[in-house]
Structure formats: C-alpha cells, structure tokens
C-alpha cells in the first residue's frame, strides 16, 4: 500500500498473498481527501472497506491514543487504525495495522502491546503456526530481565540471529537479512519487543517477536524479491482472531468514531479451550507419483509441477494436479488418483475429469474422493480418455488478467472472459492458487453460461477453501461447452 500522508510515507506489504489490502472507493471528498484532522486527532478511511467510513485516533477522554501514535511514529510506523477503542483486562486499546495501542492510565502514556504474548497467552499458538505461519516461541524460561536486562535482550539477539549449528547457507542468510531489518529502526525494543523465534514455512523464513513479526522471502513473489524482508501486520491478525469486539472493527464515520472513544465496547477472546479450528493441511506437497494410462490420452499430457493432496478435517481427500497438454489436438480424459499406503496397497481413490483442453494449455483440476481414509504415502494418477480432434478454442476463448480479493471467508477472482468465435459457449472457469513451488492449494470455481459470438462479459471465481500456503493464482476455462 502506498499513502501520500503530510508527515511521512509508508509502504505496508501484508503477511501472505491471499491478503490484498483494499484500495477504497468512497465518496467524492473521501477519495480526494481519504484522512483528514478532526477535534483532538485524526480520521482516516483507508481501512474501511470500501464503505467510504473509517476509523478516528483521537485524545478524547483523556486517552491520548492521537498523541501517543504520532510520538512512535504515525502510519509509517505502526499503519493506519483498524479498529476504535476497546476494552480488554482492564486496559483501553486501539488497533492499527501493525500494532495494538495500549493506554497506560498509571503513567499516561501509549504502550505498544505485546499483540503475539497476548495471543500466545489464550491458545493461539497453533492458530497463529497454521493459518499465519507465525512460528511458536521458544523457550526462554531461562531468561532473568530483573536482574540481568541487558543480558536478557543480548540472549534473545544470539539466540535468533546469529548462525546456529545445522543451518544452511540460505538460513544463515536469512538471520542476518532479518537482522538488520529488525534493528533498523532504533526503537526496535518498544515497537517489537524481544525476538522470540525464527521458522523455516516453505518459501519464507519467519521470525516472531513480542509485538511483531518478520518475513524473509527465499524466492520471489509478486510482492517481494528474492532476499526481501516484509512486515506481518500485527494489529490485521489480532483483529482477525477475534481479539477485537465487532462494535469497534466496524467502521465509522467521523463523527460516530469520535464519540465512541468515550465509551469503548469490552472485549474477550475466545476461551483458551476453543481455540479456531486448524484448515486442512497439506500431506506433502509434492507426493511421489506413479503413472499409469488406460489409453493413448497419457502420451498427450505433462504434470506440470508437484501433485497436491490435502486430507480434509473428516480425512476425505482433495488432490490437485496441474496438466498440459503437449498434442496439437484438444484432449478430454477422467482422472483418477489412487492414494496407497507405503506397502503400495490401495486405501483410497479421488476422480475428476478434464474436458477440451486445447493444444498447449495448462488446466488445474481437482479431484475430490467420496470416502474419508487415511494419509497415503504415494499416489498413482490413472488417465482414460480421448482426443477430441483439432481446433483453436484456446484462440476463441480468451480471458483477462484475473484479480484477487478476499471478501469475508471467501477468496474471489474476477476478471473478463471473450467469445471470438462464432457460436456461443458455456464456460466453466477454475482459479488455481499455488505455492512457490507450483504446486495447487485450492481452486476458486465459477460459470459463465452462453456466451454469445464478439461477447465479453465478467466473470467471478469464489471458493471458501483455506489456502494456508497459497501464493499465486492462475485462470484456465475448464470446460467449454457449445451450444
């Protein structure tokens, strides 16, 4: 995210792919104008979902949240609210983006929170590993801050940061990229707090501290190069775990904002005994593959990249391939995976099907089996199909750049698709979303029916599926169906 503010500059870059900052449409002076001061502080509608209102930090009620966030460093610093005021274990808090503000009554001054500790505290561990891939802290009940704080921060430093037996080239890297991010900044201690972990998550390595948390990226990304450091949005995750009371993660205009700040709404976590549940987790990316064709389909197609398998919370099975087709004639095939156990016996099948891939496409498809079983070891990918004949369907259809927005629980792709044909087609269209290492996490589905010839029209890509690992899209007509 990019803000032109009077004060400063910021650039904000969420924690994973599939969480897109909101760029907001609003009214005619919220577009032109989308901050603006308001009595004892400042409202801003850059977070506010589209809804043209927003969120007030103000020192109304002598809670000087306004003048605390400018003395740690205003949106370039901890980003912009999130949230109004809320109450939680006695203390006033407000939450940005990055950060969670505490009033300090006793010595009236703004803390930053230690957001993670606090999440740490009522179970969130797991939640924050599965869902943010936000490691566990370490152990540091060694530690003796009362009669040794210096010593304490330097133990926390070595124990992250510097090199440690076993560690490959690249983690030892990656330490001294975070590193220097980390400590960047001179007040590094009250805007973070103390490094408490470091983890390797597949394309990134992640280190976590009291009140924030850091990304190396070891491949590059979209949003990052290879070597980059980016930021975890803090204040985002708490209010995503339900820290934050709705009343107050609503926005508001600027009037409604100021006049809350008097009265914030109470707040609790969920009990530590119900925390979130985890989203289906991937096997292994990449399960060794057997192969074996029915027909003379096989010759036809290439696997392009690992085959997926994602073992739902009721232990049925979600297999994702990526396909292409090498022939110069269109191709149509069922798909069965066959998932064995490591003495190679079957205990379990996945189907699909793949219709009209034309010459030189490339086509994710899901197969979905009917019966839960346990964790396979190995798969086997089954083809029996037929080709189709010679066309060009790839030239007649042809889809837009697709754009991604998450919209509640919903992951969305959007974008255009085109008949240059001359007759019309129903289209079923599927969204892959893959890891780093080209590997399908979940696929967003939508229809586009009757598609006339010269026709463009817009289509929409929805699925609910957690993609924990997903760091790309791709868009590919599925079926085309004449007419």
Same mark, same amino acid.
């Given at each position: 995210?990019?803000? /032109?503010?009077?004060?400063? @500059?910021?650039?904000?870059?969420?924690?994973?792919?599939?969480?897109?900052?909101?760029?907001?449409?609003?009214?005619?002076?919220?577009?032109?104008?989308?901050? $603006?001061?308001?009595?004892?502080?400042?409202?801003?509608?850059?977070?506010?979902?589209?809804?043209?209102?927003?969120?007030?930090? &103000?020192?109304?009620?002598?809670?000087?949240?306004? $003048?605390?966030?400018?003395?740690?460093?205003?949106?370039?610093?901890?980003?912009?609210?999130?949230?109004?005021?809320?109450?939680?274990?006695?203390?006033?808090?407000?939450? &940005?983006?990055?950060?969670?503000?505490?009033?300090?009554?006793?010595?009236?001054?703004?803390?930053?929170?230690? @957001?993670?500790?606090?999440?740490?505290?009522?179970?969130? *561990?797991?939640? %924050?590993?599965?869902?943010?891939?936000?490691?566990? +802290?370490?152990?540091?009940?060694?530690?003796?801050?009362?009669?040794?704080? !210096?010593?304490?921060?330097?133990?926390?430093?070595?124990?992250?940061?510097?090199?440690? =037996?076993?560690?490959? !080239?690249?983690?030892?890297?990656?330490?001294?990229?975070?590193?220097?991010?980390?400590?960047?900044?001179?007040?590094?201690?009250?805007?973070?707090?103390?490094? %408490?972990?470091?983890?390797?998550?597949?394309?990134?390595?992640?280190?976590?501290?009291? /009140?924030?948390?850091?990304?190396?990226?070891?491949?590059?990304?979209?949003?990052?190069?290879?070597?980059?450091? @980016?930021?975890?949005?803090?204040?985002?995750?708490?209010?995503?775990?339900?820290?934050?009371?709705?009343?107050?993660?609503?926005?508001?205009?600027?009037?409604?904002?100021?006049? *809350?700040?008097?009265? =914030? !709404? +109470?707040?609790?976590?969920?009990?530590?005994?119900?925390?979130?549940?985890?989203?289906?987790?991937?096997?292994?990316?990449?399960?060794?593959?057997?192969?074996?064709? $029915?027909?003379? $389909?096989?010759?036809?197609? &290439?696997?392009?990249?690992?085959?997926?398998?994602?073992?739902?919370? #009721?232990?049925?099975?979600?297999?994702?391939?990526?396909?292409?087709?090498?022939?110069?004639?269109?191709?149509?095939?069922?798909?069965?995976?066959?998932?064995?156990?490591?003495?190679?016996?079957?205990?379990?099948?996945?189907?699909?099907?793949?219709?009209?891939? =034309?010459?030189?496409?490339?086509?994710?498809?899901?197969?979905?089996?009917?019966?839960?079983?346990?964790? !396979?070891?190995?798969?086997?990918?089954?083809?029996?199909?037929?080709?189709?004949?010679?066309?060009?369907?790839? #030239?007649?259809?042809?889809?837009?750049?697709?754009?991604?927005?998450?919209?509640?629980?919903?992951?969305?792709?959007?974008?255009?698709?085109?008949?240059?044909?001359? /007759?019309?087609?129903?289209?079923?269209?599927?969204?892959?979303?893959?890891?780093?290492?080209?590997?399908?996490?979940?696929?967003?589905?939508?229809?586009?029916?009757?598609?006339?010839?010269?026709?463009? /029209?817009?289509?929409?890509?929805?699925?609910?599926?957690?993609?924990?690992?997903?760091?790309? #899209?791709?868009?590919?007509?599925?079926?085309?169906?004449?007419?």
């Amino acid at each position: 995210m990019h803000k /032109r503010y009077t004060r400063a @500059t910021s650039v904000f870059v969420l924690l994973f792919i599939l969480w897109p900052t909101s760029a907001l449409a609003v009214q005619a002076q919220a577009v032109a104008d989308p901050d $603006t001061a308001i009595e004892n502080g400042w409202y801003y509608t850059q977070t506010g979902e589209d809804t043209g209102r927003g969120f007030a930090i &103000t020192d109304n009620g002598g809670i000087a949240f306004w $003048t605390g966030f400018q003395q740690l460093g205003g949106v370039a610093e901890l980003g912009y609210p999130v949230s109004g005021r809320f109450l939680l274990d006695g203390f006033v808090y407000q939450a &940005t983006q990055k950060v969670l503000l505490q009033w300090d009554a006793a010595n009236g001054t703004v803390n930053v929170a230690n @957001t993670f500790d606090i999440l740490s505290a009522a179970n969130y *561990d797991d939640w %924050l590993v599965v869902f943010r891939q936000i490691p566990k +802290s370490f152990d540091w009940s060694a530690d003796d801050p009362v009669n040794d704080w !210096p010593g304490t921060v330097q133990n926390h430093l070595d124990g992250i940061f510097a090199a440690q =037996p076993g560690d490959t !080239p690249e983690m030892v890297a990656a330490r001294a990229a975070l590193q220097e991010r980390f400590l960047s900044n001179p007040n590094w201690l009250v805007l973070s707090g103390l490094p %408490l972990s470091i983890q390797e998550f597949g394309p990134m390595v992640v280190m976590r501290a009291q /009140r924030a948390a850091l990304q190396y990226w070891k491949v590059s990304m979209p949003w990052a190069n290879a070597g980059d450091v @980016t930021a975890v949005l803090g204040g985002d995750i708490a209010k995503e775990a339900g820290l934050i009371p709705a009343s107050a993660a609503q926005p508001m205009d600027a009037a409604t904002a100021a006049r *809350d700040a008097v009265a =914030p !709404p +109470s707040a609790a976590l969920p009990p530590a005994a119900n925390p979130p549940a985890p989203p289906p987790q991937p096997v292994a990316p990449g399960l060794p593959v057997t192969r074996i064709a $029915t027909g003379d $389909t096989a010759d036809q197609l &290439t696997i392009v990249g690992p085959v997926n398998v994602i073992v739902s919370p #009721h232990g049925n099975l979600r297999a994702y391939v990526r396909l292409q087709n090498t022939a110069n004639v269109s191709v149509s095939t069922a798909i069965d995976v066959l998932a064995l156990a490591e003495d190679g016996s079957a205990i379990g099948l996945a189907s699909g099907a793949v219709s009209n891939l =034309p010459p030189g496409s490339t086509r994710a498809v899901r197969l979905i089996s009917s019966d839960p079983f346990a964790q !396979p070891a190995s798969v086997e990918l089954r083809f029996s199909g037929t080709l189709v004949g010679s066309n060009n369907l790839e #030239h007649i259809i042809s889809l837009s750049p697709a754009q991604y927005t998450r919209e509640g629980a919903l992951h969305v792709l959007r974008g255009s698709v085109t008949n240059s044909g001359s /007759r019309p087609y129903s289209l079923d269209l599927g969204g892959a979303f893959l890891d780093a290492g080209g590997a399908v996490t979940g696929m967003a589905t939508g229809l586009v029916s009757n598609l006339l010839p010269g026709e463009t /029209r817009e289509y929409t890509l929805t699925t609910d599926e957690d993609l924990p690992v997903g760091v790309s #899209h791709t868009v590919a007509t599925n079926v085309i169906v004449p007419r």
